[in-house]
C-alpha cells in the first residue's frame, strides 16, 4: 500500500494545526485539528476556494450562532434550529462542501458562549487556524502537479487498455482476471475524468502561459477520449465477436490490426512526452487497413445475415483508430504552435542582443 502526498499532507496539516494551537494557547486543538481536515484539497485552486468559502460561511455561522444565543440561549432547540438556517444558507450561497465545518463551528460557539464572548471567539480562532494550517500545508508541501499526474494515469490506463485489447481477441486471459482488469480500467478512466476536472481548473489560477494551457487541455481531453473508445471496443469484441460465426476465420486479421492499434496508441503518448524522433512514421500502414476494409466488407456482404456481428466490431475498431488519429494530429498542431511561439518570443530578444553588441 503506497501513502500518497495528500494522506501525508493531512497528517502535516493536523499536526501544524495541533502544534499553532498550542502556540497560540488555545485550550484545546480538536477544533483546530478538525478544521484541518475539512480544508485539505487536491489542488492548489481548489483548496484556495475552499478557503474562501470557510472563512465566510463559518464568520457567517458564528455570528448567527452568536445573535441565536443572545436572544434564545443555547438549548438544544435553538442549536439544531441554527444548524437548519445554516445549512439553507451555505445551499442558497452555494457552498455546500463548507457546510460540515460550519455546523461545526455553530454548535462549538453555541455552545461557548455562555461561558463569555471570548470563548466562543476563540473557538473561531479555532476554525481559522485549522483552515489556514491545512491550505499552508497544501501550497508548501508537495504542491499538486495536476499536469504530472494526468500524465501518470494516461500512461497508466494505457497499460492496462493495451494488455486487455491484446488479449481480447485470442481470449488467452482467464475469464475472471480478464473481468477484473477490464473494471480496473473503468475505475482508472474515472480517475483520470477526476484528474482531467483537476487540471482545468489549475487554469483559474495560472496567469501566465494561459493559451498553452488550453492546448495541454485539448490534447488531455482527446487523450481521454481516446482511452475511452479503446474501452468501447473491448465491450463490443466481448459482446459481438465472439457470437459471430465466423470469428475463429477472421481472429487473426483483428487481432492483427488491434495489435497495430495498440502499439500506435503507446507511441503517440511517447510523442505527447516528446520521447519520439521528429520524423518519425508512427501511423499504421494505410494500405494494410485498406485492404482489411476491403476483404471484410467483401465476406458481410455475401452473407450480412449471419456475419452483421462482424460490423459492430469493425465499427469500434475503426472508432479507435480515427480518434487515435486525431489525437496525434492534435498533438503534431500544439507542438507546432509552441515551436512558433518559441521562435517569435526569441527573435525580439535576438534583436536586443545584436543592438546592445553593436552599441
Known amino acids: 500500500m503506497t501513502i500518497g502526498a495528500r494522506v501525508l499532507k493531512t497528517g502535516m496539516a493536523l499536526a501544524l494545526a495541533i502544534y499553532l494551537s498550542d502556540w497560540f494557547g488555545f485550550a484545546s486543538p480538536l477544533i483546530a485539528a478538525v478544521a484541518a481536515i475539512f480544508t485539505i484539497q487536491p489542488s492548489i485552486y ?5 478557503v474562501a468559502d470557510q472563512v465566510q460561511t463559518n464568520l457567517l455561522g458564528a455570528a448567527i450562532a452568536i445573535i441565536a444565543v443572545r436572544l434564545f440561549g443555547h438549548t438544544p432547540i435553538a442549536v439544531g434550529l441554527v444548524c437548519v438556517l445554516v445549512i439553507l444558507i451555505s445551499i442558497r450561497l452555494k457552498m455546500e462542501s463548507t457546510i460540515s465545518l460550519t455546523l461545526v463551528t455553530v454548535v462549538a460557539i453555541m455552545e461557548a458562549n455562555g461561558q463569555g464572548w471570548s470563548v466562543a ?11 489556514g494550517s ?9 504542491p499538486p502537479r495536476p499536469r504530472r499526474q494526468f500524465t501518470e494515469q494516461v500512461h497508466q490506463a494505457y497499460a492496462q487498455l493495451s494488455l486487455l485489447l491484446r488479449t481480447a481477441v485470442s481470449n488467452e486471459m482467464k475469464e475472471q482476471i480478464f473481468r477484473q482488469e477490464k473494471e480496473n480500467l473503468h475505475v482508472t478512466l474515472r480517475r483520470l475524468e477526476d484528474r482531467y476536472v483537476v487540471f482545468e481548473e489549475e487554469r483559474k489560477v495560472l496567469a501566465r502561459a494561459k493559451t498553452s494551457h488550453t492546448r495541454q487541455l485539448l490534447v488531455s481531453k ?12 473491448l465491450d463490443v469484441v466481448e459482446e459481438h465477436y465472439f457470437a459471430s460465426p465466423s470469428a475463429g476465420e477472421w481472429a487473426l486479421r483483428f487481432d492483427g490490426q488491434i495489435e497495430d492499434l495498440s502499439k500506435y496508441h503507446e507511441q503517440i503518448l511517447l510523442k505527447a512526452q516528446d520521447k519520439m524522433k521528429p520524423n518519425a512514421l508512427i501511423e499504421p500502414e494505410e494500405e494494410r487497413e485498406a485492404r482489411f476494409v476491403k476483404e471484410l466488407s467483401a465476406y458481410i456482404m455475401d452473407d450480412p445475415d449471419e456475419h452483421k456481428r462482424l460490423v459492430f466490431v469493425a ?14 494530429k492534435l498533438i503534431d498542431q500544439v507542438n507546432q504552435r509552441e515551436e512558433s511561439a518559441k521562435h517569435s518570443g526569441e527573435a525580439p530578444l535576438a534583436k536586443e542582443r545584436e543592438a546592445a553588441n553593436k552599441g
Do not use: C, P
Open 46 to 50: 481548489r483548496s484556495w476556494q475552499r
Open 121 to 131: 471567539v476563540e473557538r473561531l480562532l479555532m476554525v481559522l487556524t485549522g483552515i
Open 134 to 142: 491545512s491550505f499552508a500545508v497544501n501550497v508548501l508541501i508537495f
Open 222 to 233: 482527446q487523450m481521454i477520449k481516446t482511452l475511452q473508445k479503446g474501452a468501447d471496443l
Open 315 to 328: 465499427s469500434g475498431l475503426f472508432e479507435y483508430a480515427y480518434h487515435l488519429r486525431r489525437l496525434e
